[in-house]
């Protein structure tokens, strides 16, 4: 392939894809997520290919493998343009009839299409699905219709047209534009994006890097995942816009060594936007040369920071370092000016280059603009993707997107921006997600991990969690981050085990503040909200643990004990089968009984027994 | 450490060998200090983990203390210092599987396999692992066996998944023993 030297270059090597592809009748996609994959989308793929393989269809029907459609639960997902067929939890014994009726024929195949819960209605089309119909995916979207390899795919859906545009404009010219826009960083701490490449632009020095942050160390979280895996060349181009504007040649883009596929697609998409000329020197003919290298993490949570991440790319342990009197901005990688964003804030770019950012300013609420990917998880019916104007409402993302909480049980609480978040309550569901109405609300927006928990999620067990994951995660260079968090932790321990006393409640608080106060990276700093949060919202929670000696959730195994009520036992025997431990004991069809000072409280008994027999204390 | 049943001639080959892996390895690096990281992720690639001799060559080619080197290898959770089993087992205790129950999956595999997180059966067969969040968590709790991944996992699931796997693969323990 030919370097595309000129705009008119790339409009013509668009117009010959174009071309091409219209050869095809029919597209065929399958989605090639790792979620996906997890449902062994990779068997479908092969007998798709197969079953055109024998009806002779391989030059009429393109077969196409895509990145994450955001709705992972309902995988493997197939879809049939031009008709916008969406089919969900499509299995390899489907594929006959898929064949026969939706790529010979124009028929639908009824059983593989979505059913609503409510209405039980089928659904035929992806617009129409609840999940989505309140979505508004201008980043997300693309993943459905492009080939995470082929790079052709990107530019025949206007891909690289940003570049080319920012390419003839002065530097400060686009910087104003993203300034105007209004975009803010994406990777926790929302700070306007602009202004930090006028910074970077603004120091002096001859060398500058930038640098894309997909560390997504926050647990819960996969948005950063599913965008460099699914469209990597929207994140690339984002950012060779912005070392144009900053003056930068050099680009990493750090990954998260769990991330395989999403290392593999984005050194696949470096490669090919090489080959285009795209990458490397003299991009399309300008004179500006820019090239990326990736880096893979070694798996610690405190390297997405961005201290910590700088070290780790120079190869040492990644401890963070002060920022407050000298900015990456001035002095990053190597000493040299440095400019991190994370990758959805680099995805933002080419589409406020090409809609302009008139058009950004108005998405979103009076702070926070543009769109905002959330990680919907936890106890929610429709766990996935989700894409929203910033400021809508966490009841519209749980309730009407999300679908409500599983197997109708009482919602409890959301937590969102990951370990360094916290738990809003059922009664803040009408909050607008943006920065900082969730900052007010004691949590923060975090990269977009959001955690549904219902009536049976225990809050004193999830402060517990997020103080043990801390602790892990503390790269210990602090005492107060390092040793407050430990003793936290055995506060947490400790109530969760029926050994709090009354005072332990203002302990934990005065640590607290502590730890916040005198941290010195954001990991510390923000350590005590999850504890905080639950303990500003769910403080009766905390005072059952500690005066009754309860778990009202059911969760904190010593303070549980479970039994069989003798009225609804059946004798069935189901128990004695499940136990692990051997706890129980029982004739057939007589009363069964439960051993405590074996059991284990696994909870299995419970789950198993068809008459409600095991009941917890 | 995994060489003591080996005769010293027999060691002594293995290490040199390691050695000369290690300096293959350093060939496709320019940079090499800043790639620390990527090197020894390459080195763990072709051994499953770090041998000593490795690390120490490691330091003695780009010039930098063993103590760096190692301390760089026991910061990141990716590196690992001892040899791992021929099979593996990870669980995901991330957030989003443990508000859907993952900590009960986790007693499940201890008591199937009589192992904890981080540890190896005594016959290197198979390393059990547990992480922060694999990056799939809208189908969790997540258990991936041999890089194949489980999702929507339960207790059950698990030791009914378990069972049939140790069986096929002729392991045999004590914790499965008893059973
Ligand atoms: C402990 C800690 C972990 C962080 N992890 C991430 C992360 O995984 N991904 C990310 O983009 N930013 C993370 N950040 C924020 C980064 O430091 C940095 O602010 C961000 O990458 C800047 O990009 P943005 O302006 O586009 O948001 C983390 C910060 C802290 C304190
Ligand atoms: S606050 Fe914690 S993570 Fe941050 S530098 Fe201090 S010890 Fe390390
Ligand atoms: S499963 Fe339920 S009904 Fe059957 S023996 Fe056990 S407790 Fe009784
Ligand atoms: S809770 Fe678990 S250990 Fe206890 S009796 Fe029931 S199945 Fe056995
Ligand atoms: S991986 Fe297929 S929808 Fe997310
Ligand atoms: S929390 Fe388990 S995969 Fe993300």
């Known amino acids: ?617 | 450490m995994e060489t003591t049943a080996i005769n010293p001639s027999a060691k002594l080959r293995i290490d040199t060998e390691r050695r000369r892996s290690v300096n293959c390895i350093l060939k496709n690096y320019k940079d090499s200090k800043s790639n620390l990281i990527s090197i020894l992720q390459d080195i763990q690639e072709k051994f499953s983990y770090l041998p000593t001799e490795t690390l120490e060559e490691v330091a003695k080619k780009l010039n930098l203390k063993l103590i760096d080197v190692y301390g760089v290898a026991t910061f990141y959770k990716s590196l690992r210092l001892s040899p791992q089993g021929k099979h593996n087992i990870t669980l995901c205790l991330g957030t989003a599987c443990h508000v859907r129950a993952s900590a009960k999956i986790l007693d499940e595999i201890q008591s199937q396999l009589g192992i904890g997180p981080g540890s190896t059966t005594e016959n290197r067969e198979l390393t059990f692992n547990t992480v922060n969040c694999l990056g799939v968590c809208a189908i969790g709790p997540v258990v991936v066996i041999d890089g194949k991944y489980y999702g929507r996992m339960t207790p059950i699931k698990t030791r009914e998944m378990l069972s049939k796997y140790l069986k096929k693969k002729n392991f045999s323990n004590k914790a499965t023993e008893k059973r």
């Open chain 1, 1 to 617: 392939m030919k370097k595309i030297r000129t705009k008119k270059n790339l409009e013509e090597y668009r117009k010959r894809i174009k071309k091409e592809n219209s050869k095809f009748k029919k597209i065929v996609t399958i989605c090639g997520g790792t979620g996906c994959h997890a449902y062994n989308c990779e068997q479908v793929k092969q007998k798709l290919r197969k079953e055109l393989v024998k009806n002779g269809l391989l030059k009429k029907v393109a077969l196409k493998v895509s990145g994450c459609h955001g709705f992972c639960e309902n995988g493997p997902i197939v879809t049939i343009r031009p008709e916008n067929i969406f089919y969900q939890r499509v299995s390899e014994k489907d594929v006959p009839e898929i064949m026969e009726k939706s790529i010979l024929k124009n028929k639908i195949v009824e059983h593989l299409l979505y059913e609503d819960p409510v209405s039980r209605q089928k659904v035929t089309y992806l617009e129409e699905i609840p999940f989505y119909k309140s979505q508004k995916r201008l980043l997300l979207g693309k993943n459905g219709l492009i080939e995470p390899d082929k790079i052709e795919d990107y530019i025949v859906q206007g891909g690289y047209g940003a570049l080319v545009k920012v390419l003839k404009l002065p530097a400060q010219k686009i910087i104003e534009i993203i300034k105007a826009s209004g975009l803010r960083g994406r990777g926790g701490g929302g700070f306007p994006t602009g202004r930090k490449w006028e910074f970077c632009r603004n120091t002096e020095g001859e060398i500058k890097y930038v640098i894309c942050n997909c560390d997504e160390g926050d647990p819960g979280a996969y948005m950063d995942r599913s965008l460099l895996e699914g469209n990597p060349h929207s994140v690339i181009e984002g950012m060779i816009i912005g070392a144009f504007a900053i003056g930068s040649n050099q680009g990493y883009i750090y990954v998260r060594h769990e991330y395989p596929l999403a290392c593999r697609n984005a050194q696949i998409a470096i490669r090919q936007a090489r080959k285009l000329g795209l990458l490397g020197k003299n991009i399309l003919g300008s004179g500006f040369n820019f090239d990326i290298q990736i880096a893979k993490g070694g798996g610690a949570f405190v390297c997405g920071e961005s201290t910590a991440l700088i070290a780790s790319l120079e190869g040492r342990m990644g401890e963070p370092r002060d920022k407050q009197h000298l900015h990456t901005t001035e002095s990053g990688l190597w000493g040299k000016p440095t400019n991190i964003n994370n990758v959805e804030t680099w995805a933002n770019v080419p589409l406020i280059i090409n809609n302009g950012p008139e058009w950004f300013y108005q998405i979103g609420n009076e702070n926070s603009k543009g769109t905002k990917i959330f990680s919907l998880v936890g106890k929610v019916q429709n766990t996935g993707l989700v894409e929203v104007p910033m400021g809508t409402t966490l009841r519209e993302i749980i309730f009407e997107i999300g679908g409500g909480i599983l197997n109708g049980k009482k919602f409890k609480a959301v937590q969102t921006g990951g370990p360094s978040g916290g738990c809003v309550p059922a009664d803040s569901l009408d909050l607008p997600v943006d920065y900082e109405q969730l900052n007010a609300a004691g949590s923060m927006m975090g990269s977009g991990g959001m955690i549904v928990m219902d009536e049976d999620t225990c809050m004193v067990d999830v402060a517990k969690y997020f103080l043990n994951f801390l602790k892990e995660e503390s790269c210990g260079k602090c005492l107060p981050c390092r040793e407050g968090i430990k003793r936290m932790l055995e506060i947490v321990t400790d109530i969760s085990e029926g050994r709090g006393k009354e005072d332990t409640l203002d302990l934990l608080e005065e640590l607290s503040a502590v730890v916040t106060d005198t941290s010195l990276c954001g990991l510390g700093k923000t350590a005590a909200n999850p504890v905080l949060s639950t303990l500003r919202y769910f403080r009766d929670e905390y005072e059952n643990h500690i005066k009754e000696k309860k778990c009202p959730a059911g969760v904190c195994v010593p303070l549980l004990r479970y039994e069989i009520l003798a009225d609804c036992c059946k004798g069935c025997g189901a128990c004695i089968k499940i136990c692990p431990y051997n706890a129980i004991s029982g004739k057939p069809k007589e009363i069964h009984i439960i051993n405590q000072d074996i059991c284990a409280k696994c909870g299995s008994c419970k789950t198993i027994c068809k008459f409600n027999a095991v009941q917890l204390q």
